[in-house]
């Protein structure tokens, strides 16, 4: 099969790998899920309902490529009030997840040879959408001595005259780390002096416990130059619905409407409708959700803490922790693999997020405490028979 040479760069999220690894070995074994980055809940009873009522009203044909304009306005208004801040409706586009967000931002402004600058470790879709696109990926090591938030110095020294795009993502995905508005106001700076783009992850900005969610939106500076990338997946439980949005100014908005014009054309209509509903409807379910992220978080951390050899920051946000497990005396990869298929927890080795993760493991606590229980006795296990 001869395929474009670009096909080579394209990598993938390995969470979805070992899902289905965890998923054949379940007809043989009972398996703990700790791999996926999906809420366990189910989506909010109204918003389901607003689904099937919008599908009864004939919800079912293309929309305008941006979005529907009383979801582009509602989440004008939502995102607005969650960051303190004005948008306009015309900043808004809906996308189907909040990953096209990615990289539809990246193919309107990343040329070949363009250097972007990105978490590592991180999401793995950054690294591969900038290299599919031609670009060089220049990855920021975030450190856990540094609660793996980004070093704004270290972040001006990998900067050129290449650099078109950072992007950050707090709170963060595998770490949990959250950024500081000190943080921000650093990266803030470093992009201005530098003319270049910030792409901020926001997808996690519901999902967060101890600290004060900052946006750095909060800093007008940088509005010509901004793009957010937020959406209902996490926060509403809603992954498999399909529906995120970015914020960013108009201009880069409609270049980004007209990829999907080229693309997917919309994101389906009946699901847009359901949003609203999520957007405006009882929030209670949403922090609810949250409390017991909360509660699972402790549970977990405690928990590792308690396993020899393995040490583990309480995160601040998202449900993901990020345990160093050098001590061990394991290899990162060699020890998710035995630790699913000896015992049955599927979790995901650091590198899973890029070079530097490696020497640690990424657990999703979204299960329950009973389930999270059985896994860290198992890794207990796994780690004495050794
Ligand atoms: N950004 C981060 C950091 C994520 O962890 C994820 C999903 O895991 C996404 C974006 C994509 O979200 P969606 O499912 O809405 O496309």
């Known amino acids: 099969m001869r395929l474009a040479q670009r096909m080579d760069r394209l990598g993938t999220e ?3 790998d070992c899902l289905c690894r965890a998923r054949a070995l ?24 607003a689904a099937k009522q919008a599908l009864d009203q004939g919800y079912t044909h293309y929309g305008p490529s941006a ?3 009383e979801l582009r306005a509602a989440i004008a208004e939502y995102a607005g009030k969650l960051r303190g801040l004005k948008f306009r409706d015309e900043q808004i586009v809906v996308t189907p997840g909040g990953k096209p967000v990615m990289s539809f931002a990246i193919m309107a402004l990343v040329e070949e040879g363009d250097e972007v600058i990105y978490p590592n470790p991180g ?5 591969s959408m900038i290299e599919y696109m031609g670009g060089r990926a220049v990855p920021i090591h975030l450190r856990e001595e540094r609660g793996f938030r980004l070093d704004a ?14 992007i950050i993502n707090s709170p963060a995905n595998p770490t949990g780390g959250v950024l500081t508005k000190e943080d921000l106001r650093l990266i803030c700076d470093v992009a201005l002096q530098n003319d ?3 792409l901020s992850d926001e997808i996690y900005a519901e999902i967060i416990y101890d600290a004060k969610f900052e946006s750095i939106a909060q800093f007008p500076e940088l509005y010509t130059r901004l793009i957010i990338l937020d959406g209902f997946s996490k926060t509403f439980a809603m992954t498999g619905w399909r529906i995120g949005y970015g914020i960013m100014p108009k201009g880069l908005a409609d270049k980004l409407a007209r990829i999907q014009t080229n693309t997917n054309s919309c994101t389906a209509t009946f699901t847009q409708r359901a949003c609203l509903q999520a957007l405006q409807g009882p929030h209670e379910p949403v922090d609810r959700m949250v409390a017991e992220f909360k509660r699972r978080r402790d549970f ?3 928990g590792l803490n308690q396993v020899p050899g393995v040490r583990c920051q309480q995160p601040a946000g998202a449900f993901y922790v990020f345990p160093g497990v050098q001590a061990t005396g394991y290899d990162c990869k060699v020890l998710a693999d035995r630790l699913l298929e000896e015992e049955g927890v599927a979790c995901l080795a650091g590198t899973c997020f890029g070079k530097y993760g490696d020497g640690y493991l990424r657990f999703s606590y979204a299960n329950s405490v009973e389930n999270i229980a059985k896994a860290l006795e198992r890794f207990k296990k796994l780690l004495s028979r050794r």
Do not use: N, Q
């Not at 110095?153 to 005259?161: G, H, N, R």
């Open 26 to 49: 379940e007809c043989r074994m009972d398996v703990v899920h700790l791999e996926i980055g999906e809420p366990d809940f189910d989506t909010p009873k109204h918003i389901v309902e």
């Open 153 to 166: 110095e270290e972040l001006a020294s990998l900067v050129t005259p290449r650099t078109k795009l950072i």
């Open 14 to 16: 390995t969470a979805f």
């Open 67 to 69: 979005g529907l304009p």
């Open 196 to 198: 270049v783009w910030v």
């Open 300 to 302: 977990i951390v405690e």
């Open 123 to 127: 999401f793995p879709i950054y690294e």
